[in-house]
């Protein structure tokens, strides 16, 4: 079969010749329909992150969506990357059948593709970590991400009164605009004192909760937004691996300033998760701009998404319509 492999770590993959799976009692080969470059592949694949240096070669992709026996399409998780074994960009893949989740009947394999854990992750961090209560305040950062588009309608969808936007370049707000946010604050400047006081001038008075896949400055001027008691939670740190986030923001309010990450979900929290997730994508009530791109031009995707030159979430069809 055809697969996108790493060679070397820190280098974008080559599409090669591979084995097809052979499973083992308990897993399901999966015909891969759609399997989108994420952060985490690329971050997994440059041999430095927290999960350490992966074995290679490998096949990279921690998710995708496909079709197992009878054509049942499913969404799936791998550890491609975190852990030894192969990923999801591949024309094939072998995965635990425990671990797959059936889609709703008609659901787009490239658009759930799209949204997959990005948006489990938005799902749980403002539902589950960030335990976001209807007619609240939301402020999102990084709104134009796929984990900030879906945080900015998922919001709405859990009853926000208000979702007020952030992100950096003008596609990335005009993304965010399009996800529905009341109203959307640029991220163009390092002074913390600044930046919050425009997005405070956004926002109708303090803000309840903050998502922030940036860190950084972002964070430190979003905390400077919220309430007594108000929630930040961080799950990622495109904008910087420290924050200069003051301690009398921290202590005046009694701030609550929490981690999240996927890792930590059950697998039945993750399935119920990605049901939902899809069950909104098919009712037209969440989506996240993407580009389906065919398995063959792996190395230019990843390249596009490692150096940040992309529109919206790229996602290899290894079997195009
Ligand atoms: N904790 C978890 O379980 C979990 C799960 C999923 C994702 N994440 C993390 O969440 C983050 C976002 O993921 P994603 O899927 O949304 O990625 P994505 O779709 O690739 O989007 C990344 C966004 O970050 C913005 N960005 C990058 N550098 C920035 C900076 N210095 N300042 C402001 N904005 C910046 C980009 O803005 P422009 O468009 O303006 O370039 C882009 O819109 C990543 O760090 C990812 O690793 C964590």
Redesign the pocket.
Known sequence: MRAAQIVTCGRPPRVADRPAPSPEAGDRVVRVLAAPI???DV?CAGGTSYFGTPDTPYVPGVQGVGTVGDGTLVWFPTDAGMAPGEGSMAEMACVPADDLVELPAGADPVAVAALG??AV?AYMALTWRGELAAGEQVLVL?A?????QAAVQLARVAGARRVVAA???A??RERARRAGADAVVA?DTDDVAELAARLSAACDGPVDLVLD??F?V?AAAAARTLRPHGRLVN??????ETCPLDSSTLRSRSLHVLG????ELTREQKAAAIGKIAELAAAGRLDAAHEAVPLEDVASAWHR?ST?A?SG?LVLTPHPA
């Open positions: 994420t952060p985490l971050l854990l990005s992750a990084g134009g991400g796929v984990v900030g992100a950096r370049s596609a990335a991220l896949p940036l950084g972002p799950l990622g740190s495109s904008a910087g999240y990450t996927n890792t998404q940040g992309t979430r």
